[in-house]
């Protein structure tokens, strides 16, 4: 808890330089953060049968890379932001929402069809 409240007020003290929410940066923090995300829902597909388990390791590996980035970020290697941070979350969300749903409905129906013993 300790190590939150630190690296929480290490991001507050961003707040005094100029991040906007739509700054040059924002983009590549939502795509890579999909991007982790959508890759570790692929290779959680390879060790866990359940959909919502693959959603949730592609969830926690995008945001972690993000709060990686931010924590040095934070030490010293860049300008740590909260903003930042919020759009490695979305970017995180969408990856695992969009490759949970091409599993969901288009993945596994297709696998059921044509190679039923490897569905489910």
């Known amino acids: 808890m300790a190590r939150l409240v630190v690296i929480a007020a290490l991001l507050a003290t961003s707040a005094a330089r100029a991040d906007e929410w739509w700054g040059p940066d ?5 795509g890579v ?3 982790i995300a959508g890759g570790s829902y692929g290779v959680a597909s390879l060790l866990s049968g359940s959909q919502v388990e693959r959603a949730a390791a592609g969830l926690v590996l995008g945001l972690s890379a993000g709060i990686a980035k931010e924590v040095l970020d934070a030490l010293g290697t860049g300008a740590p932001s909260l903003r930042d941070l919020t759009w490695d979350l979305v970017g995180s969300v969408a990856g695992a929402a969009l490759a949970f749903v091409l599993d969901r409905w288009l993945v596994t129906p297709l696998l059921e069809t044509i190679a039923p013993r490897f569905a489910g």
């Open 26 to 30: 924002k983009a590549l923090h939502l």
């Open 33 to 35: 953060s999909a991007v």
